[in-house]
T-cell receptor, first 116, second 111 residues
């Protein structure tokens, strides 16, 4: 099946610990995104990548880091610098469109991060 | 950053009723997307709109891309219990790749 997978479903972080959230897609999409969702709120963009080995900061990048070494994979690390990491994290991907129009993003099932 | 005004924030309806929600902005959009999110799950794409004035259906769902390119609406006809969830609009601003998301409309259905 084609799709986006995120693991784990639930993740617990201790104080001062870095944790990494996995996102893999087999849709052959060029662009990948990480969003954060807090209860009762919309989605806020953390980082995005339009091509392998390149990525840009979104609206709330502080305390997070990413890498894009492979087209299929876009892991997100929540560092100890992120003081309020408890949230639902969503990964998305989209195919490339010439001229950048018709942006259509597809989401993974999400990872819920909790701080112990 | 850019904001989309999505309304209503919540709706409480009886099963079988029709539902209407919309998103508006002061900016011009190239693309409008509508998603549904169930608790603890990722958003699922319902309808994608790419042209001003476009009207697209997906079963009991119908969405339109506003002629001014600054708004979009989603209608659900004859609601059923599985329609419960949060509906998000998202738009791609003219000249940008990233999406802007609405705050969501929470739909609750009384059987």
């Amino acid at each position: 099946d084609g799709g986006i997978t995120q693991s784990p479903k639930y993740l617990f972080r201790k104080e001062g610990q870095n944790v990494t959230l996995s996102c893999e897609q087999n849709l052959n999409h060029d662009a990948m995104y990480w969003y954060r969702q807090d209860p009762g709120q919309g989605l806020r963009l953390i980082y995005y990548s339009q091509i392998v080995n390149d990525f840009q900061k979104g609206d709330i990048a502080e305390g997070y880091s990413v890498s894009r070494e492979k087209k299929e994979s876009f892991p997100l690390t929540v560092t100890s610098a992120q003081k309020n990491p408890t949230a639902f994290y969503l990964c998305a991907s989209s195919p490339f469109h010439l001229g950048g129009a018709q942006e259509t993003q597809y989401f993974g099932p999400g990872t819920r991060l909790l701080v112990l | 950053g850019q904001q989309l005004n999505q309304s209503p924030q919540s709706m409480f309806i009886q099963e079988g009723e029709d539902v209407s929600m919309n998103c508006t902005s002061s900016s011009i959009f190239n693309t409008w997307l509508w998603y549904k999110q169930d608790p603890g799950e990722g958003p699922v794409l319902l309808i994608a709109l790419y042209k001003a004035g476009e009207l697209t259906s997906n079963g009991r769902l119908t969405a339109q891309f506003g002629i001014t390119r600054k708004d979009s609406f989603l209608n659900i006809s004859a609601s059923i219990p599985s329609d419960v969830g949060i509906y998000f609009c998202a738009g791609q601003l003219q000249g940008a790749q990233k999406l802007v998301f609405g705050q969501g409309t929470r739909l609750t259905i009384n059987p």
